[in-house]
């Protein structure tokens, strides 16, 4: 089968903005051209692509399905004129990441080390905000790449490419005063002094998604996961955090985990790009070493 590849390429245009008229400004060319081409794309593939209201355009399940494949198809061969464009510009630029402060000290210091041994001529810029701040980032083209934990909603967004890099298991955590308490219920343990990261962090929409609010006013709330788990230390309340986070500090006795009723299902670490941007040679590299190791 022949198909043109403006149709594709305007088919992905309309899936990236699910909107008609955008696709069109993005492109250049009119509506009722891009509406004709994507008449045309669905009758040569004798399927419907987009399901269309009189406001809104959304993918049928076989447009989805073909959406994801043109974009992958797609960004190999922007990705590639790119890269080799960097290459014959000897262009050294740095990389340009979004990432927590916790995923920054906790998850991504190795890689950090293998990059800095590895390609010396290329640095990394690194802004640190929480989750969704990150993606934010990514969507207005701060900067590349944002290293997240994901969120209701992060993989809606068809503008983005959405990686899993690792999965993560959250537990509930206490000074040594809790140690011994034996499994607790959801009742006593949101009555409990409960220490949280501020309104919009990814962890604290999941904490409260996860006990439908029903706790009261939480003692602290703060933007830094490190300082939480300080008052975690010193027995001033209970909190909810990544495993990884807090493994070593369980080991030496330092804040014990409290076992609940509530069942915690777990999240996963991501990797977030603009599908609307081509990856340059640095970010390839990057993404590949975070999928190698």
């Not at 669905?42 to 076989?62: A, D, G, I, Q």
């Not at 308490?181 to 919009?200: A, F, I």
Request: with cysteine; glycine share 6%; net charge neutral.
């Amino acid at each position: 089968m022949s198909i043109s590849t403006d149709l594709y390429r305007t088919f992905l245009g309309v899936g990236l903005h699910l909107s008609f008229s955008k696709a069109a400004k993005e492109i250049g060319v009119s509506q009722s051209a891009i509406s004709q081409s994507i008449k045309q794309l669905e009758k040569e593939l004798n399927m419907v692509l987009f399901e269309r209201t009189t406001k809104s355009v959304s993918f049928t399940p076989e447009g989805k399905e073909l959406f994801d494949t043109v974009a992958k198809a797609f960004s190999i061969l922007d990705n590639g004129v790119t890269q080799l464009q960097d290459r014959l510009t000897h262009e050294q630029e740095s990389v340009k990441l979004a990432a927590t402060d916790t995923l920054c000290r906790h998850f991504l210091l190795p890689y950090f080390k293998i990059w800095q041994e590895q390609e010396q001529e290329t640095g990394l810029q690194i802004t640190n905000r929480p989750s969704p701040d990150c993606v934010t980032m990514v969507e207005n083209r701060e900067v590349q790449l944002a290293i997240v934990n994901t969120y209701e909603g992060l993989e809606s967004n068809p503008q983005l490419e959405v990686i899993e890099l690792q999965t993560m298991q959250d537990i509930f955590v206490g000074g040594p005063f809790y140690k011994g308490m034996g499994t607790v219920d959801v009742n006593r343990l949101l009555q409990e002094p409960l220490l949280l990261l501020t309104q919009g962090a990814a962890s604290r929409v999941f904490f409260d998604k996860l006990t439908n609010k029903a706790f009261k006013k939480p003692s602290f709330e703060l933007g830094s996961l490190d300082v939480l788990m300080d008052l975690v230390e010193i027995n001033m309340g209970i909190s909810l955090v990544p495993d990884f986070f807090v493994k070593q500090k369980i080991k030496e006795g330092r804040v014990v985990e409290i076992k609940t009723d509530i069942v915690v299902p777990p999240r996963k670490i991501a990797l977030v790009r603009s599908r609307l941007l081509p990856i340059s040679q640095g970010a390839a590299k990057f993404i590949d070493l975070l999928l190698k190791k």
